[in-house]
Each structure stands twice: as C-alpha cells, then as structure tokens.
C-alpha cells in the first residue's frame, strides 16, 4: 500500500515567519492530496487539498505545491500567527480508489508571539 | 445539522471486555471511516465503508469490527479489548462525489 512520510514531526517558528512542511509518497498512482490541522483535543478539519492534474494552489496564507515527479508534496504558510500552532497532517489518496486515505504521522507546529 | 457524532467521548475498559463504539452522521453521506490515532503516528485506517450494507478492512484491521446496517451510522466494535488497543478514535464521512472527510470529535479509549 501506499507509504506517506512527514517532516519535520516538530516545527517552532517566529510570528510573522513562513512555515514549511514537507510529505513524501511511495504510490505513483496517488493523485489527491489533503492538508489537515489538527487543534489540541479537537478533531482534524481539511484546511486546503491539491489533485495531481495541478501544480501549486494558494488560498490566503496557506499554498500547497506538488511534485509529482519527485513523489513529493508540501505545504507553506506564510505570515504564521499564534492560531495557527497545531498539529498538521498530510494524506494521499487515489481518486479511483479514494475510499483508502494514507496520512502521515503530523507536524506539530509552534508559532511564538 | 450535527455533522459527525462519536459516543461515547471517553471510556475506560479492562482487559479482556468488549465494547461499541457508534459514529453517526447525518449529511447523507456514502463512505465512512474509522482511524486511530497514537502518538507520532498520524491517523490509521482500521475499517471503512462504501455504503449501506457494505465493509472492507483498512490498514489496521485486527481485533475490530464493523457494521454499516443504516446509512448514517458506523459501528466499530471491540470483542476483547486489549491494552494495545488504548488509543483515540476518530469516525469520519465523505460524500461520493467529493473528497473531503469530516470529522467526528473523537473518542478517547484506555484498556487497562
């Protein structure tokens, strides 16, 4: 099955600072790709996804970029903010199949005042 | 609209009982899951389901069971816990025709 490494597991960033994390897939078949983020002691809400038929997709501070290529996707906010500390995690899926999600093991995110 | 419903939230079992734990949703929607999420590693996949009727195993299948008898409800079920099985467990929903799931709150389970 499908394989999905995550990095860093742990990320402490300045406020106002952009923050990078990085996931890896094994599957060359996964073509969608879902960011969740995850608050302390709540449930995981999807916060922006990306199919392999695009490159790059933005929304406001969040941007996610995939290289299909190298098997690698990432996720990059910019302008952090301290709401913005949790853990987030990365999946791959095949739209064909997209009844199986493979998640990564999660970064936890630090944004200090 | 509830969205995705877990009960219970907590629960404390010893080694050995059984348990349901009961996810349901009222969106109308096709698939649903059950993952477990440990410290460090994400979430897993332990059962899903394609709709009404059906069940297929995930990554993590062993020790539990499911059933999908209505739409809007997923049971899992644990015949006999064991303390490997102390873990969060998140039931989600998706709709067919997209590919966002949601979450439920979440289910703290400890086997002692």
């Known amino acids: 099955g499908e394989n999905v490494e995550q990095h860093p597991s742990t990320l402490s960033v300045q406020e106002g600072d952009s923050a990078v994390i990085k996931c890896t897939y094994s599957?060359?078949?996964?073509?969608?790709f879902p960011w969740y983020k995850q608050e302390l002691g709540k449930r995981p809400q999807l916060i922006i996804d990306?199919?392999?038929?695009?490159g790059e997709k933005k929304d406001q501070r969040i941007a996610v970029t995939l290289n299909k290529t190298a098997k690698h996707f990432s996720l990059h906010i910019t302008e952090t903010q301290p709401e913005d500390s949790a853990v987030y995690f990365c999946a791959a899926s095949i739209d064909y199949n997209f009844n199986k999600f493979y998640f990564g093991s999660g970064t936890k995110l630090n944004v200090k005042p | 609209n509830a969205g995705v419903t877990q009960t219970p939230k907590f629960r404390v079992l010893k080694t050995g009982q059984s348990m349901t734990l009961l996810c349901a949703q009222d969106?109308?929607?096709?698939?649903m899951y059950w993952y477990r999420q440990d410290p460090g590693m994400g979430l897993r996949l332990i059962h899903y389901s394609v709709g009404e009727g059906t069940t297929a195993k995930g990554e993590v299948p062993d020790g539990y069971n499911v059933s999908r008898l209505k739409k809007q409800n997923f049971l899992l079920g644990l015949e006999s816990a064991a303390p490997s099985q102390t873990s969060v467990y998140f039931c989600a929903s998706m709709a067919g025709a997209s590919y966002e799931q949601y979450f439920g709150p979440g289910t703290r389970l400890t086997v002692t």
């Open positions: 599957d060359s078949a996964s073509n969608y």
């Open positions: 990306i199919r392999s038929n695009v």
């Open positions: 969106m109308n929607h096709e698939y």
